[in-house]
């Protein structure tokens, strides 16, 4: 009889996106008793049509907290800045594979000490990220078109992530399987039975009116997903 394999644990990992720019340390601050991660959406203005942060909001957001950086870096040259995010205090950083020459990025990454992602759009194929399956930590299933937050989680996508999780087991990886965008507490639900085990979310976090609650029960409801799945008629 196979064994079981353990799934990696679950965790949440609320995005910065969503939360007052103005006063991103205090929001971290009222976040780290309920985040595993903190997820960092950075982007160029090239790879997604919009601009948000760099090394040196890293750098300062380093001073207050300890929580793992989950740096996703929507970027089209990711090369160009892997070292200083990871010198500002990234802690993983995940490219994503529509842009490229991914084997030398998931080599740079793994040679500064980042731990290494690897994202895909919605309408990427599972075919494009399996030949990196065994060179990563995580896979990041977008389940929005990244750029912006708020939008509505594209369930369409759960068919890859069961096929990333089955090929992880398959060849006995203890990948992070993560998801991004149009997370809450009850998209959660399918994304866990889908097999995914970080949970990105923004807006349903620092959109709503007590953040710590909010991330605490996305978390929890993707626990018992799993735990004591709902049963289907
Ligand atoms: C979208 C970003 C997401 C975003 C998710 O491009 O990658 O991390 O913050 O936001 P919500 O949870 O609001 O969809
Ligand atoms: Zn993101």
């Avoid at 500064?112 to 494009?128: K, S």
């Avoid at 890859?160 to 149009?182: C, F, I, P």
Wanted: aromatic share 6%.
């Amino acid at each position: 009889m196979a064994t079981p394999m353990t799934r990696p644990v679950m965790r949440v990992a609320p995005s910065i996106l969503s939360a007052d720019f103005g006063g991103l340390a205090e929001a971290v601050h009222l976040i780290t008793p309920g985040a595993d991660w903190l997820h960092v959406d950075v982007m160029d203005g090239h790879f997604v049509p919009n601009l948000t942060i760099g090394p040196p909001v890293v750098a300062s957001l380093r001073e207050h907290t300890g929580l793992f950086f989950d740096t996703h870096l929507m970027i089209t040259d990711p090369a160009r800045y892997l070292e200083a995010f990871r010198d500002a205090g990234a802690d993983g950083c995940t490219v994503h594979v529509e842009v490229g020459r991914t084997g030398e990025l998931l080599a740079q990454m793994r040679d500064l000490g980042l731990r290494v992602g690897l994202a895909a759009n919605p309408d990427t194929p599972f075919e494009a990220v399996e030949p990196f399956l065994d060179q990563v930590d995580l896979i990041l299933c977008m389940t929005v078109f990244p750029g912006f937050g708020g939008q509505s989680f594209i369930a369409e996508v759960m068919p890859k992530v069961r096929q990333v999780r089955r090929a992880a087991e398959t060849a006995g990886l203890s990948l992070d399987v993560e998801v991004d965008g149009g997370i809450d507490e009850h998209t959660v639900v399918e994304a866990a039975m889908s097999g995914a085990n970080v949970f990105v979310a923004g807006s349903a976090v620092f959109g709503r009116p007590h953040p710590l609650v909010a991330a605490k029960g996305i978390l929890r409801a993707a626990e018992d997903a799993v735990n004591d799945p709902p049963t289907r008629p």
